[in-house]
């Protein structure tokens, strides 16, 4: 049989639509199987896949040749093979779906989340001459009404859209009526409740997709760890997907870890700065406030500016260009800056406090370095942090039994969420935070306009280990903060990266502390030679000891605290002297994680005069400062809720809202509610609606200044809501 499966491979259809075209056209006999003649032609097709993405690459896309790991995967998805991409920002993780899209025909869809970075991806594809648009809140009814025409036309190369929109009734039938050639779901992590960023309108995905199918599915992020690419491929029902986890390992980027007080972090960062190789440099501060102190501490010496939610749309797009052009060395930003970002000369990225996850923390050093040239991340933490940290935790994570006691109470009739609130006696932000999380995992049903009724009975058991998964992440975050090993290495292993060589990097403040630029070593101490020798002496004779005995006996009377014994150990891990070992064991039902240390064949019958040679890390907060590295963060949760400390309230006294802004802002949050599927105070918390009404803001800049309004609710409905207060009060 002689005929051409190009358009099978290339276009929009599939090899079962394939075959029944054959079938109609009385070329194929059989649907089940195609002959062995078909089959060897697919093969031969299959062979010369390469070569004409190769030729697409670079008439299409100007670009020579592929990076490492672009084009196996390029090569699955042009097949029509579903794929879980997972590789580091900056990798190359775009071409991966619109090189394929070309090669398919047809529009591909790109779901994502992130409004700015649809615009931008949209504005490079056209720049190219391809024919792309985006649906999502930043656009006028026009616009939208026209993009929808060209897809529905066949005019798109591109489709990009926010993952709301397959909430509002009859979009996702739209889209249906004109199946798209390849579906992209960036940002893939947050499908997961495993993942650092879950949102809920990524769950509408998997009862969607199967509507837009059979054409091939491509998840995409930089950042998921064994379980949320499970979750991620569960979720979207591609469980056969390939899975290409690829290129975490930064070869070009020097990590380094410092315990500073909080205090003592901006002459630390000032200094570390002094360094011309150090800048341009992305300082990442833990808050607003610390952000603005910073920069305006830095601007005293270095060309600055400083990113943050609290600032409009205006002043944050003046700072980043100002950043991205050259005219301002460092940018000291919360974690909202970066997403997208694209400088390929920053020399350091440096953060001023624990992040929340390993996961934020890889993804956000990912920006130094990405033109190959060495660069530096450097890691300023305390056990503050971690206090902090876990503070959020409780306050985003009410305890169980406040959910329960609302489940309770719930019945199959719905009642309004206020009328429920008052029946139960709940604080009301306490009551929305439980009410949301009780929703997210199905044990209330909330319509829009807030009437609340009893959903399924199962929600504690995924609301609980959602819980645990975040403060496992504090865990992970606090344990790569004070571990022993190479840092990077470290990270990679955390994402299950396959194809690393599983090799020291050679270039970090384990590795290489000779070459740190933060870290300062000294020799030991008289009290501390002492400890080195208990520890070869206790070691020696038993074999191996578990960390927390081998502290109580090597340091007994001399004064040495749990921090300082550490830097003992690490200063003898570098050396070669001793190994560390990861172990743990049940115990009431929790698994306890604890590690071992054994010594090497160097470290055996080291003499004194060797121990004396062992650099001490000397660039460290004292004991006071906190310590208790041995002491798990959910341990320290357990502790902290026993000793019954009071919730700090983060919202502030205003005046009295006005009553007419009050209705029209709850009657539009409604209507927007409506649009969705989903309850009103998922478009902005009750909070946010007090504040609005009371201070009455007039422009984006005020609006920002609102309790719970950030960039993302701005662009989404800033204008309509500032509209909506002007009329109200005008009416």
């Not at 956000?364 to 890691?379: F, M, N, T």
Request: overall charge neutral.
């Amino acid at each position: 049989m002689k005929f051409s499966v190009k358009h099978w491979l290339y276009a929009n259809i599939s090899a079962p639509e394939w075959q029944n075209r054959l079938l109609h056209s009385g070329k194929l006999r059989k649907v089940e199987t195609m002959s062995a003649d078909c089959a060897a032609q697919v093969a031969c097709e299959r062979k010369h896949d390469g070569d004409e993405l190769k030729r697409i690459l670079l008439e299409r896309f100007g670009f020579a040749s592929f990076r490492p790991f672009q084009e196996e995967v390029c090569q699955a998805v042009a097949a029509g093979e579903d794929a879980l991409l997972v590789m580091p920002t900056g990798a190359g993780k775009s071409l991966c779906y619109q090189l394929p899209g070309i090669a398919r025909g047809g529009c591909t869809l790109v779901i994502s989340p992130l409004i700015a970075l649809m615009d931008d991806q949209a504005g490079k594809l056209e720049a190219l001459g391809f024919s792309a648009e985006r649906i999502h809140s930043g656009r006028s009814r026009e616009q939208l009404r026209a993009s929808c025409r060209m897809y529905l036309d066949g005019h798109l190369d591109f489709m990009f859209i926010a993952p709301e929109r397959l909430s509002v009734p009859g979009f996702p039938e739209m889209l249906a009526k004109r199946k798209p050639s390849l579906i992209a779901i960036d940002e893939a992590h947050c499908i997961s409740h495993w993942g650092h960023d879950f949102r809920p309108d990524y769950r509408l995905l998997g009862e969607r997709l199967p509507l837009l199918r059979p054409c091939p599915v491509i998840a995409l992020t930089a950042t998921a760890t064994p379980l949320v690419q499970d979750d991620i491929v569960a979720q979207l029902g591609i469980k056969s997907a390939r899975r290409f986890i690829r290129g975490f390992r930064r070869t070009n980027i020097a990590i380094e870890i410092m315990e500073v007080r909080s205090a003592e972090r901006g002459a630390t960062l000032a200094k570390l700065l002094s360094d011309a190789e150090m800048r341009p440099a992305i300082v990442y501060a833990p808050t607003r406030k610390k952000t603005d102190e910073l920069a305006a501490e830095l601007s005293e010496c270095y060309r600055t500016v400083a990113y943050h939610a609290g600032l409009t749309s205006e002043k944050r797009e003046e700072a980043q260009s100002a950043f991205l052009e050259g005219r301002v060395d460092v940018i000291v930003a919360t974690i909202a800056f970066g997403m997208g970002i694209d400088k390929a000369d920053v020399r350091s990225v440096i953060h001023t406090a624990l992040p929340s996850s390993v996961e934020n923390y890889y993804q956000e050093i990912g920006r130094a370095g990405r033109d190959g040239k060495p660069s530096r991340a450097v890691l300023m933490h305390s056990y503050s942090d971690r206090r902090l940290h876990l503070f959020l935790h409780e306050k985003n994570y009410p305890d169980a039994s406040v959910l329960q006691k609302i489940h309770r109470s719930l019945k199959s009739e719905a009642v309004q969420r206020q009328t429920l609130m008052e029946k139960i006696g709940m604080a009301p932000e306490l009551f929305e935070t439980a009410l949301d999380k009780l929703w997210v995992h199905g044990g209330a049903l909330v319509t829009p306009d807030e009437k609340v009724s009893l959903g399924r009975p199962d929600w504690a058991k995924p609301y609980k280990e959602q819980s645990e998964h975040r403060l496992q992440q504090l865990d992970e975050i606090a344990r790569f903060a004070g571990d022993f090993s190479c840092r990077m290495k470290n990270l990679v292993a955390h994402f299950g990266d396959n194809s690393d060589s599983g090799q020291n990097c050679g270039i970090c403040d384990f590795c290489r502390p000779q070459k740190a630029v933060g870290v300062q070593y000294r020799e030991p101490a008289r009290l501390e030679l002492a400890a080195l020798s208990n520890i070869v002496r206790i070691l020696d004779a038993d074999g191996h000891r578990g960390l927390h005995g081998l502290y109580q006996e090597a340091c007994s009377g001399l004064g040495i605290s749990r921090a300082e014994f550490d830097r003992l150990l690490d200063a003898m891990l570098r050396a070669g002297m001793l190994e560390l070992t990861e172990h743990s064991f049940e115990k009431d039902d929790e698994t306890i994680n604890y590690r071992r240390a054994e010594l090497t064949s160097a470290g055996s019958g080291v003499s004194q005069d060797e121990l004396k040679a062992l650099k001490i890390n000397a660039f460290a907060c004292n004991s006071s400062s906190g310590g208790g590295r041995g002491v798990p963060i959910t341990k320290q949760a357990q502790l902290r809720k026993a000793a019954g400390r009071k919730p700090i309230s983060l919202v502030p006294d205003f005046a009295a809202p006005d009553r007419r802004v009050f209705e029209a802002l709850k009657e539009y949050r409604l209507s927007e509610a409506r649009k969705r599927g989903i309850p009103a105070w998922r478009i902005f918390k009750d909070q946010t609606l007090v504040q609005l009404a009371s201070l009455l803001p007039q422009d984006e800049e005020n609006l920002l200044q609102i309790y719970g309004v950030g960039p993302s609710l701005v662009q989404k409905y800033g204008q309509e809501i500032i509209e909506t207060i002007k009329s109200a009060i005008n009416g």
